[in-house]
């Protein structure tokens, strides 16, 4: 079991808005950045938002990250095809001494 | 342009060792953070280890404490994970993974290609 917590799937037609959620906790999110990862299958991970709210160069702004309390979110509007994709959350964790990944999130294009 | 060329997966037997390396350039590598991250076969990523560019801090995920050490040779710009004791449930793709900074909770920002490392008998 994750420590972030992560809906298992989310889905949408092409032009609609998907939130994830990532829920954690005060030695987490809390208190540290979360940063957001999108995984095409058989390929390594993305960085796709960084410090909960910032664009990596190349990354269109249709992706956008939040953050409040103990959770953060990862919104993708204009959903489109190649949006396709697995989706994690990670924040370093002060308690475990460690960064902890969310269980991931795969997007349907309906 | 940023590379982590990984080398080392292979199949391996329980309780056996494994050195993964992970040779980096086009970047200073002795200034950022490096990581070694997983992923079993159709599971999710799991955070291994992570070394500071001096090695002043090293940190395991508590499932590979006491069997698994990361190391940095700054000089050759290498990164190394040596795995001990291997079980079947460190099965999964490893990769090298590089931080964008040193100290401080700095994002993944470049990842290697990936190893595949199989325990099995």
């Known amino acids: 079991q994750s420590v972030l917590t992560q809906p298992p799937s989310a889905s949408g037609t092409p032009g609609q808005t998907v939130t994830i959620s990532c829920s954690g906790s005060?030695?987490?999110?809390?208190?540290?950045?979360v940063h957001w990862y999108q995984q095409v299958p058989g390929t390594a991970p993305k960085l796709l938002i960084y410090s909960t709210n910032k664009w990596p160069s190349g990354v269109p702004d249709r992706f956008s990250g939040s953050k409040s309390g103990t959770s953060a979110s990862l919104a993708i509007s204009g959903l489109q095809p190649e949006d396709e994709a697995d989706y994690y959350c990670v924040a370093w964790d002060d308690s475990l001494s460690g960064w902890v990944f969310g269980g991931g999130t795969k997007v349907t294009v309906l | 342009e940023v590379q982590l060329l990984q080398s080392g997966g292979t199949l391996v037997q329980p309780g056996g060792s494994l050195r993964l390396s992970c040779a980096a350039s086009g970047f200073t590598f002795g200034a950022y953070a490096m990581n070694w991250v997983r992923q079993a076969p159709g599971k999710g990523l799991e955070w291994v280890s992570a070394?500071?560019?001096?090695?002043?801090?090293?940190y395991y995920t508590h499932s590979v404490k006491g069997r698994f050490t990361i190391s940095r040779d700054n000089s050759m710009s290498t990164l190394y994970l040596h795995m001990n004791s291997l079980r079947a449930e460190d099965t999964a793709v490893y990769y090298c993974?590089?931080?964008?900074?040193?100290?401080?909770?700095?994002?993944?920002?470049?990842w290697g290609q990936g190893t595949l490392v199989t325990v099995s008998s």
């Open positions: 993974v590089k931080e964008g900074g040193d100290y401080g909770d700095h994002p993944f920002d470049n």
């Open positions: 005060s030695s987490n999110i809390g208190i540290k950045n």
């Open positions: 070394i500071t560019g001096a090695s002043a801090s090293i």
